[in-house]
């Protein structure tokens, strides 16, 4: 069964400062790979995806994430955080084929201060 | 931008009454998921459907639970006879195809308090 670790519940890091966010899955074979983001009360916003080819994929507000097979992860980076940034992030995996749900970890909470 | 549309936004409801929440997927998607977040929470899968059935669901989704298509835009999720535990953000979500594992899009979700 797939499942998804993601080992940091709380960072909390300063504007301008950049930010790595870990995420570790289990699956059989190759998975599908997503970072999405939610604000407080609001809903999910995919960052960004890997389906295959190049393992460093860029996504919006300029975060990108690299995986790696060899580790089993799928880490997200921004180079400099904002303050808008302060968010709820989680990573997920999915199968490349049928129809699959996504499987969330349980989400990392990013704190951003002046 | 074509998006998830999900009502109501909030829901205050008595344990053990019946609730509906209403979802409009996407209108070229051909497949509708139901996840809740329970308050702090990960985000759970709760079912999946396509060609107007069932095509997988969580032990989440119990005999209280049922999924509806009623009119080929609105996807809802009854919830039988609510429970203080089913308070939670649910959430919906669509995807175009599911062979190339394409990406789900959310709805803002509706947020469920069972009192």
């Known amino acids: 069964a797939q499942s998804v670790t993601q080992p940091d519940i709380h960072i909390t890091v300063s504007e301008g400062a950049s930010l790595e966010l870990r995420c570790n899955y289990s699956?059989?074979?190759?998975?599908?790979l997503f970072w999405y983001v939610q604000s407080p009360g609001q809903g999910l916003q995919l960052l960004l995806k890997?389906?295959?080819?190049?393992?460093l994929v860029q996504g919006i507000k300029g975060f990108e994430a690299e995986f790696k097979r060899s580790q089993s992860s799928f880490n997200l980076r921004k180079p400099s955080v904002h303050w808008s940034d302060a968010a709820e992030y989680f990573c997920a995996v999915g199968a490349h084929s049928g129809n699959t749900p996504l499987v969330f970890g349980k989400g990392t909470r990013l704190s951003v201060i002046a | 931008e074509p998006e998830v549309t999900q009502t109501p936004s909030h829901q205050v409801t008595q344990m053990g009454q019946e609730v509906i929440l209403r979802c409009v997927p996407i209108?070229?998607?051909?497949?509708f998921y139901w996840y809740r977040q329970i308050l702090g929470q990960k985000v759970e899968f709760l079912v999946s459907f396509y060609n107007n059935e069932i095509s997988e669901k969580s032990e989440i989704f119990d005999d209280q639970f049922s999924v509806e298509r009623p009119d080929g835009s609105n996807f809802t999720l009854k919830i039988r006879s609510t429970k203080l535990e089913d308070s939670a953000m649910y959430f919906c979500a669509s995807r175009r195809l599911a062979a190339d594992g394409g990406e789900l899009f959310f709805g803002e979700g509706s947020r469920l308090t069972v009192l």
């Open positions: 699956y059989g074979a190759t998975p599908y």
């Open positions: 209108s070229n998607h051909l497949y």
């Open positions: 890997y389906f295959s080819g190049d393992t």
